[in-house]
């Protein structure tokens, strides 16, 4: 059973930067594609970026292109999302997920194993 688990939240200030680590267990990442979900209070989680399983292709929402990057390290078994120039907005609490299929997308529905989430704060 694929297990993952999220690391690296905290509090920043506005502009800050952050990097989240995504660990998986159990399997090997590589067969998966690993997305980043975010989830405010009141709110819908969405998603924030995703990687095929190869790390070839990736997708970003509009609201954080330019500003995160996602990236895997399939022999450490971890995938990362490196936020930059955070805004206050970005406060959520961030899962990472993976699906079996080698291409990715945004849609929660497609993903079948989910971290705890970590919680990230951007406040002066």
């Known amino acids: 059973q694929l297990q993952l688990v999220e690391s690296g939240g905290g509090l920043v200030q506005p502009g800050g930067s952050l990097r989240l680590s995504c660990a998986a267990t159990g399997f090997p990442l590589d067969y998966y594609a690993i997305g980043w979900f975010r989830q405010a209070p009141g709110k819908e989680r969405e998603g924030v970026s995703c990687?095929?399983?190869?790390?070839?292709?990736?997708n970003y929402a509009d609201s954080v292109k330019g500003r995160f990057t996602i990236s895997r390290d399939n022999a450490k078994n971890t995938v990362y999302l490196q936020m930059n120039s955070l805004k206050p907005e970005d406060t959520a609490v961030y899962y990472c997920?993976?699906?079996?299929?080698?291409?990715?997308?945004?849609?929660?529905?497609?993903?079948?194993?989910w971290g705890q989430g970590t919680q990230v704060t951007v406040s002066s």
């Open positions: 990687i095929s399983s190869s790390g070839a292709n990736t």
């Open positions: 997920a993976a699906t079996p299929y080698p291409n990715c997308g945004l849609a929660t529905h497609v993903y079948d194993y």
